[in-house]
């Protein structure tokens, strides 16, 4: 009874110690590499801009067009160095039309629904520039965003570039998360290279783009950007290349679309060059495979502590309560209405509706349901 009093009081602190180490214990970590690394701060000035392509995959996006192609028009950008790809996937209203009004935009379409993927492949086969750039096409862009974005690129060592996605407006949660997010960019880029893209803007070199493989993958900024690192090149931050989006306000469609994110991470993952575990091992278990093991470890931490407390531990009775009041915390929250409950409750609930999130996201890769066929939820 000792020695597995024991054994349960260590897998609960170690389950819970894992998820600290996560959201505490990294940045920390990165932080304090930060200072001994040799990463250039600045990149060098380009003796010449690149060409670009810039590449907007989309389904049903005829209202988010006009806008969107409006923000390419006023980039501060060589205009005759920018080449602009729309690939309409089985859209049934005027995107394609939209498109093909605006002189000087490539549109590819078809009249099925083929899968993102396929979109990238297809716009990327019909380009020519130097550096490709992908951007969603509700993802709004100020003019020096193209300029900021590609400036990463005059450093022979960076293969690909990644934007900084901001919420304009919607649920708190998902603008919380996108500045956490971003905060860990900026300190894993400090140090040698970003865990993966967000899809509202980055970019990467021609000569690395690997076709994405279509099929169950959907996570593509993950799977291209870090095919550039695991070439052996940096995935750059640049903090000024700004994509602004509005979040969603339904909570239960953002859960749906974080487990259909999850699914496909780890697709991307499975898929991605085994070279990857070599360029950015400790960047890849800290950033991504610790945050999906989440709903596992708070699973273990209070089975185990409830285990532990039965058979007489002091000190993981104090570890059960402490669990406890936190999802009572979380339960107040959803009571109190979500986002509009006192951040007391609401962080609890919301940071266990992510974890909920992302242990349906396991249950859709397990069973084949994440579709190559992206939603539009905003």
């Avoid at 980039?75 to 005759?80: E, F, L, T």
């Avoid at 909570?251 to 993952?269: P, T």
């Avoid at 058979?311 to 107040?332: D, E, K, M, N």
């Amino acid at each position: 009874m000792f020695w597995l009093r024991i054994g349960l009081e260590v897998c609960a602190a170690a389950a819970l110690a894992a998820v600290a180490y996560h959201y505490v214990g990294y940045p920390l970590l990165l932080r304090l590499a930060g200072a001994f690394a040799r990463v250039p701060r600045e990149p060098p000035a380009p003796a010449a801009l690149p060409s670009l392509s810039v590449i907007i995959p989309c389904h049903n996006e005829g209202a988010n067009l006009p806008a969107k192609l409006g923000d390419l028009r006023a980039a501060d950008y060589p205009g005759d160095k920018i080449e602009v790809v729309v690939v309409s996937d089985g859209s049934d209203d005027d995107t394609a039309a939209v498109a093909e009004g605006v002189s000087g935009v490539r549109v590819v379409s078809w009249p099925q629904r083929r899968g993102k993927p396929a979109a990238l492949n297809a716009g990327v086969g019909a380009s020519s520039g130097e550096i490709l750039v992908f951007t969603d096409a509700n993802a709004r862009m100020p003019p020096r965003s193209l300029r900021e974005l590609v400036a990463p690129f005059a450093d022979a060592g960076v293969g690909a570039a990644c934007g900084e996605q901001v919420i304009t407006k919607g649920a708190s949660p998902e603008r919380t998360y996108w500045q956490l997010e971003s905060h860990l960019k900026r300190l894993e880029a400090a140090v040698g290279s970003a865990v993966g893209a967000d899809g509202s803007l980055y970019a990467v070199r021609r000569g690395l783009y690997r076709p994405v493989p279509e099929g169950r993958l959907i996570m593509d900024d993950f799977y291209i950007s870090l095919e550039a690192v695991a070439a052996g090149y940096r995935l750059a931050y640049a903090p000024a290349a700004v994509a602004y989006e509005e979040a969603l306000d339904d909570v239960g469609r953002e859960f749906r679309r974080k487990a259909r994110i999850m699914a496909g991470s780890v697709a991307a993952l499975a898929a991605l060059s085994g070279a990857i575990w070599r360029r950015i091992p400790c960047q890849l278990f800290s950033h991504k495979i610790l945050r999906w093991l989440g709903p596992a470890f708070l699973a273990v931490a209070l089975a185990a502590a409830a285990g532990a407390t039965a058979a007489g531990s002091v000190f993981a009775l104090v570890l059960l309560v402490a669990q406890l009041i936190f999802y009572a915390a979380a339960a107040a929250g959803w009571l109190l209405g979500g986002s509009r409950a006192p951040f007391l409750f609401r962080g609890p609930y919301f940071f266990l509706l992510a974890n909920a999130a992302l242990a349906l996201g396991w249950l859709l890769y397990f069973f084949g349901r994440n579709k190559p066929a992206w939603e539009k939820l905003r």
